[in-house]
């Protein structure tokens, strides 16, 4: 049992890194450098420019807090609900064309934030202040 255990671990975390190169460099990069595409959809939606890096600057945020212990649970989570922003956008601007896109991304996030939640007290007890190991006292 416990190699399937740490089977599970190496999955799950692979997963995360290929979810992080995914929306660090195939999602927040266009946004950020400003793609001809990029551009061409925020501006579809009426966001512009400051809506397109303020997303891009959370996507990559989102995809460097899946490769740090401590924020994994909380990226995924805000990943997750910038997926349901993305799945209402797909279906209320773009007419529901790559509407299951966001859904199936949302799926392993999901999965992350609950296999991670653990480290959810760790960050609390060090927003409070308390070193690592202390904020599940």
């Keep these: 049992m416990p190699g399937r255990v740490r089977l599970g671990r190496v999955a799950l975390r692979a997963v995360q890194v290929l979810l992080a190169f995914f929306f660090a460099f195939a999602s927040a990069l266009p946004k950020l450098i400003a793609h001809a595409s990029a551009v061409e959809s925020f501006d579809e939606m009426g966001w512009g420019s400051a809506g397109m890096y303020a997303i891009g600057a959370l996507e990559l945020a989102g995809a460097i807090g899946l490769l740090i212990p401590v924020l994994q649970s909380a990226a995924a989570i805000g ?59």
């Design 79 to 137: 990943l997750s609900a910038m997926m349901v922003g993305a799945f209402v956008v797909q279906v209320a601007v773009f007419d529901g064309e790559y509407a299951a896109t966001p859904l199936l991304v949302m799926v392993p996030l999901v999965l992350i934030a609950w296999s991670r939640r653990s480290h959810n007290a760790d960050l609390v007890g060090l927003l409070r202040g308390k070193g690592r190991g202390e904020a599940r006292d």
